[in-house]
């Protein structure tokens, strides 16, 4: 059963879709002529046409859709013959048996294939696993969406990666799920590749000189190594003040204080500690003689070291600033300075030891070995220099390092997302395999309901005749008075049209409300009937569009109790009917049920649209041409629906309620020659002449409705129009 009806593009109808949605059996569409309800019907008789691409329909299934419209007329009438409608003759009453008992075990079988009441059949569980799935895909595309959202558009550096690949949700899933899973975590971060491709590809991108690097080249453990400093320089032994000093170990002391005394030359000279003139000559040259040259060239030497360490240590001092300017050395700057700390540090207490040894030659110094941190800061400094040439390197092939970044992208990507694509794939195949097992279930059934129709078409073949379509149909011509012309056999599976004294009528001949009879009686019995002899078909949807063109309102009577009678039963799975008719519209209505039926309303101003409808909501056909006023203030009438709704209502109230004569209507409005083209409009004969349609173009609306209103009130019937406008 169809559930929902979805139309755009196509015809009167807009981008913006009409939706009709019902769950009922019976469905009856109003609307105007020019509304939109022939495309409506073509819709639903030839959905596959390319003209309804846009359009879609829900809940169909294998219901047979026949079609009642202008174009069924033209496949069937326009030619010599007819089709022949099979019937089944009741005579047989094995045969009917045989039907009867298939036809009711393909609708148990159909019935667990679905069953829209209890949402219990197969078709519902492989609907709802379908929709399972769907929403597992939908879930899991949303997830790598974020790659998207994350990456692309506006300044991102790393847009390009994602080029190509940004067709819509599916396709960025598909890739990356398609895309292997790296074996080990990349060592890179999605931040070290933006830094790498600003370097390499932005507008800054830029080579480095790799000889701005400066590593510590002095050999500092050339001095640190030296045995001078493990040893105790103390003066000549053999000096007479060698014991005291050594005895008193105040050698440091008492070389201070011979920088400060002279050579006494006659009397004492003062000692610079006691101030006291105690130092004489012979004293004098005894201290000499202890710091002798041998001492005194070990002190040169601790004093050469030191300059030569001193003056090394501040070059590496004055480095680190200089380095620090180096990009690729800031970057990392935390662990430079961690390596460069650990290895001036040692060097700064070196130097401190080695003063201390100058100044006191007896003492014993240790001097830390600084090779480890010297070597961890040169190696430091040789990462920065391959770095350096790598990035240079990436500079001089672009492009060569944009697909290198692209492929750590899409690495980075899937091994971050493994857990979405993991679980995608493991929900994915236990959903289809439920789904698979559904659809072999499905499958079954459908082949017993093919043995089933093979036992019904076999039994068809004993009983099927195209005689009593024809009798059903010459019986309801003659109801609806209709006895110049008759349907006859026109050989083994055709019919023809015949006049009493003809052998042919050609069905062009028919007079218009003929042609309607004929070709809808024909049609109502095709839907009773079947195409062809071995058809099976169990359950039919049927579609009328508008079958009172032209017929007078006995006929409309007629028709719509044909339809009352013959569609509103339990024989048709769903049934539609269109018309413009408020009168018809009434008659269907008779003695429905609300609960049976669902009631539409086709609009149309720009573009078609569809609307529900209540019974209270329907009115008589002249207060629906005063709705249409309304609707174009509303914006759902053309101007062309205006104006015929205008001619109609004063056709009807004055016409034929106070049998007035149009031309003393306008003798008014004729003093204004803006009116001209209302008057000469609403004058027309008929409110379908042809001409109209092209004079469309020449309507003004608000002249049309001023004209209007003014007929009203200079007739006297001002309260009557306030009335019907509200």
Avoid at 6 to 20: D, H, R
Avoid at 234 to 253: R, T
Avoid at 506 to 517: A, D, P, Q, R, Y
Avoid at 606 to 619: A, C
Wanted: with cysteine; charged share 35%; net charge negative.
């Amino acid at each position: 059963m169809i559930t929902k009806i979805s139309i755009k593009n196509t015809a009167s109808y807009g981008a913006v879709p009409a939706i009709l949605e019902t769950d009922k059996k019976i469905n009856l569409i109003y609307g105007l002529n020019g509304a939109g309800k022939t495309t409506l019907s073509k819709y639903l008789q030839d959905k596959n046409n390319e003209c309804f691409s846009d359009c879609s329909i829900e809940g169909l299934n294998s219901e047979k859709v026949l079609v009642y419209n202008q174009k069924f007329i033209d496949d069937n009438f326009y030619q010599d013959t007819q089709k022949g409608i099979f019937s089944l003759k009741s005579e047989n009453k094995e045969a009917k048996e045989k039907i009867d008992k298939a036809t009711e075990e393909i609708k148990q079988i159909e019935a667990r294939i679905k069953n829209d009441e209890l949402k219990t059949g197969f078709q519902f569980d492989l609907e709802k696993k379908q929709a399972d799935i769907a929403s597992l895909q939908s879930d899991s595309e949303k997830k790598t969406w974020k790659i998207k959202n994350d990456y692309y558009g506006g300044d991102r550096i790393l847009e390009f990666c994602l080029d190509g690949k940004m067709g819509s949700k599916k396709s960025l899933f598909d890739y990356v799920s398609k895309l292997q899973k790296p074996e080990n975590k990349s060592e890179k971060s999605i931040e070290d590749l933006k830094k790498e491709a600003e370097a390499t590809q932005g507008e800054n991108a830029k080579t480095y000189d790799e000889n701005l690097v400066k590593k510590v080249s002095f050999d500092f453990w050339k001095i640190e190594n030296q045995e001078i400093f493990k040893e105790v320089i103390i003066g000549n032994e053999n000096s007479q003040v060698a014991e005291l000093i050594g005895k008193l170990n105040i050698s440091d002391w008492v070389k201070k204080g011979k920088e400060l005394v002279n050579e006494p030359e006659g009397e004492n000279e003062v000692c610079p500690f006691c101030q006291q003139k105690t130092i004489t000559k012979e004293l004098y040259q005894e201290i000499q003689n202890y710091f002798d040259e041998t001492y005194q060239n070990k002190i040169n030497s601790l004093e050469n070291f030191d300059k030569e360490y001193w003056k090394e240590y501040q070059v590496i001092k004055n480095l680190e600033a200089e380095l620090l300017k180096i990009d690729f050395i800031k970057n990392k700057e935390t662990a430079f300075k961690l390596v460069f700390k650990n290895f001036i540090d040692k060097v700064s207490g070196n130097w401190s030891k080695i003063s201390n040894k100058i100044k006191s030659p007896n003492i014993i110094i240790d001097l830390e070995s600084t090779i480890l941190e010297q070597n961890a800061l040169n190696d430091f400094l040789d990462t920065i220099v391959e770095e350096i040439k790598t990035h240079n390197e990436k500079i001089k092939n672009k492009q060569k390092t944009k697909s290198q970044i692209i492929k750590e992208f899409w690495e980075i990507m899937r091994w971050y997302y493994d857990q979405v694509i993991e679980n995608h794939a493991t929900q994915n195949a236990k959903l289809e395999k439920e789904k698979l097992d559904i659809e072999t279930k499905i499958s079954g059934l459908k082949t017993e309901i093919d043995e089933q129709k093979k036992i019904i078409q076999d039994a068809q073949k004993e009983m099927v005749n195209i005689q009593d379509a024809i009798d059903a149909i010459n019986s309801e011509l003659i109801f609806f008075g209709l006895d110049g012309f008759s349907i006859v056999p026109a050989g083994k599976d055709s019919y023809k049209l015949k006049r009493p004294n003809e052998d042919v009528a050609k069905f062009e001949t028919l007079s218009e409300g003929e042609k309607t009879v004929i070709s809808f009686l024909y049609f109502l019995e095709l839907c009773k009937g079947k195409e062809k002899n071995d058809e099976v078909v169990t359950e039919k949807i049927v579609v009328i569009d508008d079958p009172i063109s032209s017929l007078s309102h006995m006929y409309v009577f007629n028709v719509a109790q044909l339809i009352r009678k013959n569609f509103f039963n339990d024989d048709y799975k769903q049934v539609f009917v269109l018309t413009h008719n408020l009168y018809f519209f009434h008659e269907l209505l008779h003695k429905q049920k609300d609960t049976n039926a669902k009631l539409f309303r086709l609009c149309r101003s720009d573009f078609s649209q569809l609307s529900e409808m209540n019974r209270k909501d329907i009115q008589n056909e002249y207060q629906s041409y005063w709705q249409i006023l309304k609707d174009y203030d509303e914006g759902r009438a053309t101007e062309v629906i205006l104006a015929n709704a205008m001619r109609n209502i004063l056709e009807r109230f004055f016409g034929f309620i106070e049998k007035n004569d149009f031309n003393e209507l306008t003798k008014e409005l004729e003093k204004d020659e803006k009116n001209n083209f209302f008057i000469r409009y609403i004058n027309k004969e008929s409110h379908s002449d042809p001409i109209n349609i092209s004079d469309s173009k020449e309507i003004n609306p608000q002249i049309f409705k001023e004209a209007f209103k003014k007929i009203f009130e200079d007739s006297g019937y001002e309260a009557h129009y306030n009335q019907m406008i509200k």
